[in-house]
């Protein structure tokens, strides 16, 4: 396999939706799915294009309930483009005679191609070529660009061209009851002699979202006069041309457009922009150059070099790139300029309806060692929804700031009350919304940018309010236990999802939940250290603006100290109160009897049983303590809160919780190869590559035709990057413990950390550093026990050998 290009050579429609998602190409700002020109929604495709932070609202009655979602809308296809030779059909590949099929997403540059030759019921042989590209610097630009070629015939090709307004929200089966109908076509019209134009309006949120295109047909340099015909309908534009074609002679046919919206910056009216694009247009050829060096640029910064074993056949690395190449396409340095998050599934698809969850944690760490500006945009994302996060503390009779567990436009929880068992067609009550840990997650994102990055401004300015804003809200929610001399909390869910409250009980929610009080207490500690980060007149305004007095630092203080955790068989600790008395599943049975039970909750309830009664998570729970905080931070943690630590404790929990999961979640693996990456390397390596399999293989059987898992994507790259390769940011230092697994001889990256740019070249033998930056200051660096000063231009050599901290695990 060339691990420079994700490639399919044959055609199966049955798989479309799959590729689709997994082959769109997008620029941060907006994305289109990977699906054929030709193409349009029915039961094997789904062309799809969403804007970052392009969403709406609808309400659906269900169950006697008006229940308002809001969704990530599908903007007008602006890819339509139908062909059709001499007197044929129009051109379908699925009733044509395939001879030669050929899909393949150049990641390097960045552009979808599709090649197919085919021939026709009457024998006539054309050979197409498509290319597509979603402009990474010109942000508003996309391209397609068809060329043609008769193999052994002369004639006429009819081409129709289109915008087409007519589309609804509707990629996600188990969501079709609900209302998915988001916009309103304003205007269609004829731009100059070869221009379409198409406005539309979200419905609710009222986002004018203007499109116009630009087709024309080209012989070589030569353009082709051409006949055009508009059609005008009120929700859609078409224009419909002639060419004539010779036998082995190529005609390439050039789709552009441009894509605005009334949220743009810098502009006068939607409209007016994306019809004065037209006006200045570039070849194809010049926009896929201009593209590919931007790509190329990003690539310079976000590839990884990897020396795999001989035996590997390079669908690692491709697996890897194409990972971070969908990282790119949702998050790109289009998003510094936009009041835009990261959707949980990226800009490819539906499925969670384009809302940002916790999952930016897994998504997080890439960024902020290769470009923590992005990273930074996002949390600005948090940041402007502070208010949101307020009122929604205020409204549960809590103080600070509580964030959401789905967010989207505006940081109004959107979460859905009721959720659909496809297994069963029932809907049951969904109380995801009690995932309070995400507000932590928040927190610890800012604080890792704030660390790797070295953005003291950032902190002061924004990220220091919310990291207070956080801690005040887990120590309003902490209540005093008199009788156990411990502060409690009550009534929240973990990530694992299973559980969302006690069998016996009628209302939802745990208690003293050990992620979510080991999170509340990391966040308070963070609060509490934040004036040794902040200039002293920085702090003394934020306490003044959020009213803190000294007696409200003291109880976070208390409340730091006295968090209750539960533990059972000595030193496991328990997910929550009461886990360990929960039944234990039948394992086994399930799986003999369903095969594939990674959605265990669905099949528990369509049998009337509910998760809530097992010792069965969907994903990892407990281990996230393992997997976001080293031994020695841990460690700190547990003694603060007045509980023994014992590095031995680790693995006794890894396998107490290992064989008590089903992985339903993608992001289950990821963290699951971390916490064993330096005990158990090979089983590690093979959660590692089954975690790489999840969205290219579909392990969760038609998920990601709904979307791309971005946190299984963006978390096996840092896999790679910081769990294997051992780099930890922590305290303002880097510190490097490299761990290769036997499969992974080599790694080469380059980073940023606190401005500075470092290449490492790691090995099982040693590990080397070179700081590339010229122009920056002197860095504080450990590897292993090592300590040492990396000044600019300098290298620096560690050898495994002089090393105890190198010291291989068993
Ligand atoms: C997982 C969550 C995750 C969400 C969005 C769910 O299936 O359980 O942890 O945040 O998907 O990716």
Redesign the pocket.
Known sequence: MHDWEWSYHDYRPEQERLREALCTVGNGYFASRGAAPESVADAHHYPGTYLAGGYDRAKTEIQGRVVENEDLVNLPNWLPLQLRFADGDWFNPDQVELLDYRQRLDLRNAVLEREIRFREPGGRETQLRQRRLVHIEHQHLAGLETELTPCNWSGSVEVLSALDGRVTNDGVERYRGLEGDHLECLETQAVDVDGLYLKARTRQSRLEIAMSARTRAYRGEQPIDLDARVETEADQIKQRFQLHLDAGQTVSIEKLIALYTSRDAAISESGLEARSALTSLPRFAALRESNALIWQQLWRRFDLELGLRDDDDGRTAAILRLHLFHLLVTASPRVMDLDAGVP??GLHGEA?RGHI???ELFIFPTLNLRLPEITRSLLMYRYRRLGAARQAAREAGLRGAMYPWQSGSNGREESQTLHLNPRSGHWTPDESRLQRHVSSAIAYNLWQYYETSGDQEFLSFYGAEMLLEIARFWASIATYNQALERYEIHGVIG?D?FHTGYPDREEPGLSNHAYTNVMACWVLCRALDLPEHLPNERWDELREQLGIQRDELEQWDRISRKLRLCFHDQDVISQFEGFEQLDELDWQGYRERYGDIQRLDRILEAEGDSPNRYQAT??ADVLMLFYLFSTEELERLLTRLGYPFHPEMIPRNVDYYGSRTSH????SRVVDAWVLARRDRQRSWSLFTEALESDVADIQGGTTSEGI?L?AMAGTVDLIQRCYAGIEVRDQRLWLNPALPEELQRLRIRLRFRGQTLELDISHERVRVRAISPETETIRLWVGSEACALRAGETHEFERKDNPAFVEAP
Do not use: I, N
């Not at 339903?664 to 992001?667: E, H």
């Open positions: 949980a599934r969670y969850f916790w999952d990530p999802e969907k994903q339903g979640s993608t992001l898992h946190g």
